[in-house]
Nanobody, 122 residues
Framework: QIQLEESGGGLVQAGESLTLSCAAS????????MAWFRQTPAKEREFVAR????????FYSDSLKGRFTISRDNAKNMAYLQIDSLKPEDTAVYYC???????????????WGQGTQVTVSA
């Protein structure tokens, strides 16, 4: 497991953009698939996007595709999630996660950050 810490959340207005960052405590982040999930009190943890290890191929949730961009910088041990055209329904706690497995299931990820709150006002 590796330690992850998210940052960049906050209160924004609908239509604005936000970039979330995820800092990893360990070198060789390129060995891990990085992913972002989000969760609200009423819903199960929802897959948003993942990015493969070295090549960095992104993959997005079908329902969220188009406004989210995942990226990584292995040299800096960082992963990012840019969210454009934010909507009130994007309000959630966003989590960064890492796994050796390429998956969209949260059960496959064994390293998690503490989450960062994103609140979108109408």
């Amino acid at each position: 497991q590796i330690q992850l810490e998210e940052s960049g959340g906050g209160l924004v207005q609908a239509g604005e953009s936000l970039t979330l960052s995820c800092a990893a405590s360990r070198d060789n982040l390129s060995r891990y698939v990085m992913a972002w999930f989000r969760q609200t009190p009423a819903k199960e943890r929802e897959f948003v996007a993942r990015i493969s290890q070295t090549v960095g191929t992104p993959f997005y949730s079908d329902s969220l595709k188009g406004r989210f961009t995942i990226s990584r910088d292995n040299a800096k041990n960082m992963a990012y999630l840019q969210i454009d055209s934010l909507k009130p329904e994007d309000t959630a706690v966003y989590y960064c996660a890492a796994s050796r497995r390429l998956s969209t299931m949260y059960q496959a990820y064994d390293s998690w950050g503490q989450g960062t709150q994103v609140t979108v006002s109408a």
